[in-house]
């Protein structure tokens, strides 16, 4: 017990702690030993526990394997996810053989409870980590943007999802193309916001979903060229003049996404649901004036939902948009028309949807 607390008294947050607290804290640990290159915990795991480093080394890797940092000896790491209650921020592997100390989040919270000092200083350390996070991150955004034609990769070494998050981030006006297999995609961007995805025949989101699964392949970003004759003029994003409180229910994750922050952005707020039922839950909780839906649910038709929908008391006539595309059957296109206080906007046509919504609201 005396050995242990010797060592927990290098972990800088245990060093101004009495004794008595050592010792109570000694009691909630358990060794755990690891393998050199053993991986400890991954990116975006939901954390359940700390871990001490008594002995040896680990390393911290971003989600695109860039080193983070390396923790060695009277170091903590995992503390994160206890104290934001968020995923794992970075993906943790013993850099040699490692002995470590585990505190598990139930212990965690009564140590924090207890020793509120402790508490802070890990929140500063945590801060600091993060600050180290973004500014290792950024630089690797850096190097992508400055390839001089275009960043462009291999999917061996970046997975699509790193490559669609790049682009969002780095807010791209023009296209994503990735090669794998026989397959070309191109994902059009609009500041940052993605626009559609052309690849076969399929939808956005058909389209997205065999991508996740490409894993070998090539991509080339290729940002749109503004020139002072051939560009084109600068949308104007005026504000909404109306604001209001819109539910989108839609079963495409593209076109949920899409949605949400072009209407965020235009001063809506704005919740989403995937069908039917998280939709019926949100309609309480949201207490929307507009819904933008989907025009077909697995289970019911567009207009039987919208009807569903205004059965609830105090949305006998809430609005409703309706998101059609091309596949559209001409006889779904005349039912839902016949709805009373609701209108049809094309799915590709965000700018048309907000619009309509302003005159609907
Ligand atoms: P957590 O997010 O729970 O799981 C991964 C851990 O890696 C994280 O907690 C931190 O303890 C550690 N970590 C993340 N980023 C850094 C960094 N930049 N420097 C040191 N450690 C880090």
Redesign the pocket.
Known sequence: MIQIGEILKQVPFFRSLGRDSIDFITEKLKFKQFKDKATI?K?GDP?DK?WIVLSGKVA?LAANQEV??N?GAGN???????LTG???????VAAEDTETFILDKDDFDVILEKYPSISIAMSKI?SQ??R??NA?VSEKAKEMKSTPAGPSGNLKDRHIMEVIAFCESNSLTGDLEVTSGGDKAVIAYDKGVLQNIKLRDLNDDEALDLMMGWEEGSFVIKPKIISFDGGEPEKETKPAKKAGAILVINHSMVVRKILEKNLTSLGHSVKTADGITEGIAALRSAQPNLIVSDFKYDEVSGHDFCMQMRENEGFENIPFVFITDSNTESATIAQLKKIPNAALVDSQDVGEMAKTIEQML
């Open positions: 915990c990116v954390g700390m911290v983070l940092a923790i903590y790491f995992g503390e994160m996810a206890l968020e995923p794992r921020s970075a993906t943790v945590m980590r993060l180290e996070t290792v």
